[in-house]
């Protein structure tokens, strides 16, 4: 009886996530097929039409606006941050988790507990020291506030560091390892898993990040992918199909970013342990 039930059981479940995903997925389908019509298209034929004929001049017009621009912009200011995630985030969790300093508990605490602080407070004070400097307006007002790590990124790594066997610190500082070489030719390569999912987590959160790109900049010379779909919508309030277009643009290499680690990702996380 209980072997008989488990297909059904099985069943249902994809049936319940075939649902899950259908919800999910709709509305970007949605607006890949908007984007491939032409306003008359649009507001002619049924919402879920395909495009006859389909035509790429949506695409053409945003060039023409300057998102490939804005494409590279916000792809050089990811790739910058991912960077600086990756190795400050990671120097100061090996610090946390296995130098020894006074105060160090203490000190990851009070950096830990700045995450129950909301993102937006820091928003006026960045500004304002980003003016001071005058960095105003520049790329470099873009990405210094988060360059150095974050509380987030350094929690994760630090408690994956702390399930790193001491042992292995210990026989690399036997060999005369020194600090920099039991982070860099033990601790790192043993840590890929979570420095993976570490850098999947920058890019889709750098890449969407909206609110303080358009404080911190102004026009179109820094101007990243999503104050550039705002502005296009706003300028464009009844062009749904040149502003489909540019959603698609910005979620495109977030889609190929996954499907190219995702995978890898997730069999590096279940396969990979420590020998």
């Known amino acids: 009886m209980r072997s008989g039930s488990r297909p059904g059981e099985a069943a249902r479940a994809y049936l ?39 035509t790429a001049e949506n695409y053409l017009a945003l060039g023409q606006a300057g998102f490939g621009r804005a494409a590279l912009v916000t792809a050089l200011v990811v790739a910058f941050l991912l960077l600086g995630q990756i190795v400050f985030s990671a120097m100061a969790a090996f610090a946390f988790a296995h130098l020894r300093f006074r105060g160090r ?55 994956h560091f702390r399930q790193i066997p001491e042992e292995l ?21 043993v840590s890929r898993p979570v420095l993976a999912t570490l850098a999947l987590i920058t890019v889709v959160a750098n890449w969407n990040s909206f609110l303080w790109p358009l404080i911190a900049t102004a026009g179109p010379k820094w101007q990243v992918l999503s104050v550039a779909t705002a502005n296009l919508q706003s300028r464009e309030a009844g062009n749904w199909t040149l502003v489909t277009a540019a959603t698609t643009v910005a979620i495109l290499p977030l889609l190929v970013c996954f499907l190219l680690a995702g995978r890898g990702l997730v069999r590096s996380i279940a396969l990979t342990g420590l020998k």
């Not at 919800?23 to 006859?52: E, G």
């Not at 500082?173 to 860099?184: H, K, N, P, Q």
């Open 105 to 159: 508990d203490a000190l990851f605490w009070a950096y830990l507990a700045t995450l129950m602080v909301p993102p937006v407070t820091a928003v006026v004070p960045w500004y304002l020291i980003m003016g001071a400097l005058g960095l105003r307006g520049t790329f470099w007002a873009l990405v210094l506030p988060y360059v150095l790590g974050s509380p987030y990124a350094v929690y994760l790594l630090r408690e």
């Open 169 to 189: 610190i210990t026989a690399a500082r036997l060999d005369g390892a020194s600090t920099f070489d039991v982070f860099y030719h033990v601790i790192m390569p």
């Open 16 to 54: 319940i996530l075939g649902l899950a995903s259908l919800l999910v997925l709709a509305p970007y389908a949605l607006s890949v097929l908007t984007s491939f019509t032409t306003p008359q298209q649009y507001f002619t034929r049924p919402p879920l039409a395909l495009p006859d004929p389909p």
